[in-house]
């Protein structure tokens, strides 16, 4: 170690084994953390003495943040949310495949699978243009009208029904992009080794296509797992129905706030999941 | 071997070839040289059948491979080719790429082609990257990976595409020395290349493209030492 | 002129003068606008509390019962004002539009406590409805029978609360937005019965669904609270005592047993659960 005689300041940054950058830049870190910590406290600061001032807090607390209540519908609503995850549980499998399905329909280029490009993509048209809550009251209520026998004409199954078709709509389209996304270099090249269209498609060009497409598809699964809840319109009790039920029962809005936060502690982890793998993408990108 | 008879092709009104013919016979070593853009990626585009040509002809041993609406598939197992940008998958490992189209076209299994894979890296120094993915490897042993993985498929006539040209400069003399190897062993091919040097040492014979044009052709001595046309000798004072 | 108008006015003063002392209360200060009674119902209301989704017709139960209220407290039909309200709007805490609101709300402890109910003007029975098919299979009005069949409700009324308590079906029970969804379901073939008061139920049973079938009620005593019908209005509301005397009156002196056999009609004959 070699420390220059008139350049004595650097001389304790070496001896703690940084270089003088490593130190002005966590004198920098420390510096923005204290503000962003102290700016961050100032604001909750402000919430919590604020808000109660107002002149309905009262009343507001008693309605939305009733800790008796909150306490007495809480373990029943973590219970139904169960039917939540579960109905995501199977959806998404069913989804992945038949969004697959789709987008590789409409990237067909054989004029005989004409046909089914057209279908490919009248359906993504079709699904991505309705709401899904209309999705699932009319596939939910309609198709068991047209007189199914039990157990084929159950809510759970044409509910589930509506989330897939509305979502592999979605997520065909997310996964069209991928495959588009990958350069036609990598086509050619599989082609020059002469593998043919199906096994470029499957073995070269898809699980490129998949992986880039892995953050986005976490984004339409965070919405998914809320839109389980719109099953609730067409018989399940799910959380959003028991909190509606227990907000008729009590007179009260905090069992909304506790679903609320059931859906946050599954959706928030799942969110920042999503980010970072956006996040790792971009860097690899650059 | 390989003949292109009047190969003439074009992107919309961009006529790229332009009446192309030329011949490479079995052992040959043939380079393109010409300018950016005269169409040397082209040429060598068509001869597997990544575009499709116009009008003319090409004959690979004798069979008109050229004929519309022929399945390309076949040809292309005969013929290998590197790209100037690798074009490794990169999501699969150096042994995994170069498997890939012997496992699928030819029906073999992993470890049936192990051992022959495995001679493959060995022969161009890569016996320890085999399981290593594309982006752990440096520009030079990709090109040498992409080399490999054409050659698994055992092909009869190998086309190179400036591959040496997105690579650092102390980086070329590795790939050009794998082609130096092929040379030696009696492969076919059919190189665009910038290294004057190396064409002049090894090629049979040269092709001059000038705006989709073979303006001139013959062997080393000839192009370099004693070109007839203006435009030939004018490129080649820019370049040497 | 000038005398006439003396003398209406000596006339009103005289007739509010020996009327209740409650009246001046009921009909002056304490409503949303001054001399005026607002008056919410559900958006749409349906048949047989107000006919046609037109309150102001006086036809149908509710129409009807307010308007009595209204006249009992003071109000001339024409100082009547309607107005439109959701089930959620009328429970939130916070000032109201309305001086009472009437959809069928069942009066409940719970929801005592963020919103004021009058007495209640209507004491409703639960009824079973299912459908034709159901009934065929050998649906009766036992305990036994109902709970093995597939049960569907209103999610935001009490029945859920009385199937669980007083059938507690063998399969969960299903839930909806409203009766309309209920019967939708019930079409579909996804459930085969649910519990609605009387008058709704006759209503589904005669108008929404082809083949609708009642096959049973359950009695007050089996109820622990037998559906109660109270008028909302907003916590605290000064209007209380005057909107409660006002329906005790009118219970009093037979005006709302009139009404219910006017507009409620049919109620019976509908077996009762053992
Ligand atoms: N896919 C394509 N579509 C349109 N024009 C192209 C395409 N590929 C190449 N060209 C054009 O063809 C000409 C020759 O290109 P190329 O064969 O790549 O030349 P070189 O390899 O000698 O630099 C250029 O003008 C280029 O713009
Ligand atoms: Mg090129």
């Known amino acids: 170690m070699t420390v220059h005689p008139d350049t004595e300041a650097v ?26 910590a102290a700016s961050t406290a100032l604001v909750v600061l402000a919430i919590v003495t604020l808000v109660p001032l107002a002149p309905g807090w009262e009343a507001v607390k008693r309605s939305f943040f009733n800790g008796e209540v909150f306490a007495q519908t809480f373990p029943t609503l973590v219970q139904a949310f169960l039917w939540d995850l579960a109905i995501f549980a199977w959806s998404v499998p069913m989804i992945t495949v038949i969004a697959l399905a789709v987008a590789l329909a409409r ?42 026998p039990r157990p084929w004409n159950s809510p759970y199954i044409w509910g589930t029904v509506a989330l897939v078709l509305t979502y592999s709509a979605y997520v065909a389209e997310i996964f069209r992009s991928g495959i588009e996304s990958i350069h036609d270099s990598q086509r050619a090249a599989a082609a020059s080794l002469g593998l043919g269209r199906a096994d470029t498609m499957r073995y070269v060009v898809l699980p490129q296509a998949i992986r880039r497409v892995v953050p986005a598809n976490m984004n339409m699964l965070i919405a998914l797992q809320k839109d389980v809840a719109l099953l609730s319109f067409i018989g399940p009790v799910e959380v959003l129905r028991q909190a509606g039920v227990f907000k008729s029962l009590l007179a009260n809005f905090t069992p909304y706030v506790g679903a609320a936060l059931i859906f946050l502690a599954v959706t928030i982890p799942a969110t920042r999941y999503a980010d970072y793998l956006m996040a790792r993408q971009r860097r690899e990108r650059s | 071997m390989l003949e292109m008879q009047a190969v003439t092709k074009a992107f919309g009104d961009n006529t790229v070839l332009d009446h192309v013919s030329l011949e490479v016979a079995r052992g040959e070593m043939v380079c393109l040289i010409g300018a950016s853009g005269s169409g040397k990626s082209t040429l060598l585009r068509c001869l597997n059948l990544l575009e499709p040509i116009d009008d003319g002809a090409i004959l690979l041993d004798g069979q008109d491979i050229s004929e519309p609406g022929l399945d390309p598939d076949p040809v ?54 085999m399981q290593h993915y594309p982006d752990q490897l440096s520009g030079g042993q990709q ?50 290349t910038h290294e004057m040097k190396f064409a002049a040492d090894l090629a049979d014979k040269i092709c001059f493209l000038d705006a989709g044009r073979i303006a001139e052709q013959g062997p080393p001595s000839q192009i370099f030492e ?11 004072s820019r370049v040497l | 002129m000038t005398r006439t108008t003396l003398l209406s006015g000596a006339a009103a003063l005289a007739l509010s003068a020996t009327g209740a002392a409650a009246q001046n209360a009921c009909t002056t200060g304490n409503t949303i606008e001054d001399g005026v009674l607002t008056i919410a119902t559900g958006n749409p209301a349906y048949y047989p509390w107000v006919m046609n989704d037109d309150p102001e017709s006086k036809e149908g139960f509710e129409a009807a019962v307010a308007y009595a209220v209204a006249n009992e407290m003071g109000y001339s039909d024409d100082q009547v004002v309607w107005t439109r309200s959701s089930f959620d709007q009328a429970i939130q805490p916070g000032a109201k539009n309305y001086d009472f609101n009437l959809q069928q709300f069942s009066i409940t402890e ?25 009934a065929d299979a050998g649906a009766t009005n036992s305990i036994e029978s109902l709970s093995g069949l597939k049960w569907g409700a209103a999610a935001s009324t009490t029945a859920p609360t009385m199937i669980e308590n007083l059938i507690d079906p063998e399969d969960p029970l299903l839930l909806y937005d409203d009766s309309a969804d209920v019967v939708e379901a019930m079409k579909a073939n996804q459930i085969d019965a649910s519990l609605f008061d009387l008058p709704t139920a006759l209503y589904l049973s005669a108008v929404t669904l082809d083949d609708g079938v009642l096959v049973g009620q359950f009695p007050p005593a089996l109820s622990e609270n037998p559906d109660q019908f109270g008028l909302v209005l907003a916590e605290g509301s000064p209007l209380k005592t005057c909107v409660d005397a006002a329906i005790t ?12 056999s006017e507009w409620l009609a049919g109620a019976t004959g509908v077996p009762v659960i053992d």
């Open chain 1, 11 to 36: 001389a304790p940054a070496a001896a703690t084994g940084r270089t003088r950058r490593q130190a002005y830049e966590a004198r920098v870190r420390r510096r923005s953390t204290a503000v962003a």
């Open chain 1, 107 to 148: 990237d067909a280029r054989s004029p005989a699978l004409f046909p089914l490009k057209l279908f490919g993509m009248l359906y993504t048209d079709i699904f991505r243009g309705i709401p899904v809550i209309l999705v699932v009251y009319l596939i939910g209520f309609g198709i068991p009208g047209l007189g199914l």
């Open chain 2, 76 to 129: 292309r197992r005969r013929i290998g080719m590197v790209f100037q940008s690798y074009n490794l998958f990169p999501h699969m490992t150096a042994e995994e790429n170069v498997m890939l189209a012997p496992r699928r076209v030819r029906g073999r299994t992993r470890a049936d082609l192990r051992p022959e894979v495995a001679e493959l890296f060995a022969r161009f120094g890569l016996g320890d990257r």
């Open chain 2, 143 to 192: 090109q040498r990976v992409a080399i490999v993985r054409a050659l698994a498929m055992r092909p009869e006539l190998m086309l190179f595409d400036e591959i040496t040209s997105a690579l650092d400069p102390e980086l070329v003399g590795e790939v050009l020395d794998v082609l130096r190897q092929l040379r030696g062993e009696g492969m076919t091919m059919v190189l665009a």
């Open chain 2, 226 to 236: 004693a070109p007839q046309k203006a435009r030939t000798r004018a490129f080649l």
């Open chain 3, 110 to 134: 719970a929801r005592d406590e963020v919103i004021d109910f009058s007495v209640p003007y209507y004491s409703a029975a639960a009824a079973v409805l299912t459908r034709q098919p159901t």
């Open chain 3, 249 to 260: 009156a009118l219970e009093q002196d037979g005006t709302l047993a009139a009404l219910e």
